[in-house]
């Protein structure tokens, strides 16, 4: 089970730290994904980072959002910085324990196990 947190209403340029934690003992041997989806929109990827600490980025959020995890706390993180109006989203966390094809990180379907989601809102 992941749960997320973090979410909330902030204003154009600034900052929020989402975070996902789960009571999985084996947390470490998981791919974790962020993912968000706005309101009559379809799901997108957002960031993902690889049990070997590998990681990436969708376009819109390079350089702005920082993903990191502490296996130690089985807690993944979202550093978004920056935030625009866009941003404006559901977001939830995944995890994916296997299928490492190409590109798998975008790749929602391939995720195994997710979590509720949590609002992130950015008003201009």
């Known amino acids: 089970q992941l749960v997320e947190s973090g979410g909330g209403l902030v204003q154009a340029g600034d900052s929020l730290r989402l975070s996902c934690t789960t009571s999985?003992?084996?947390?470490?041997?998981?791919?974790l994904g962020w993912f968000r989806q706005a309101p009559g929109k379809e799901r997108e990827f957002v960031a993902a980072v690889a049990w070997s600490d590998g990681k990436y980025y969708a376009d819109s959020v390079k350089g702005r959002f920082t993903i990191s995890r502490v296996n130690a706390n089985r807690t993944a993180y979202l550093q978004m910085n920056s935030l625009k109006p866009e941003d404006t989203a559901v977001y939830f966390c995944a995890a994916k324990g296997s299928g490492y094809g190409f590109s798998w990180w975008r790749d929602g379907s391939g995720y195994q196990f997710w979590g509720q989601g949590t609002q992130v809102t950015v008003s201009s």
């Open positions: 999985d003992s084996t947390f470490n041997r998981y791919a």
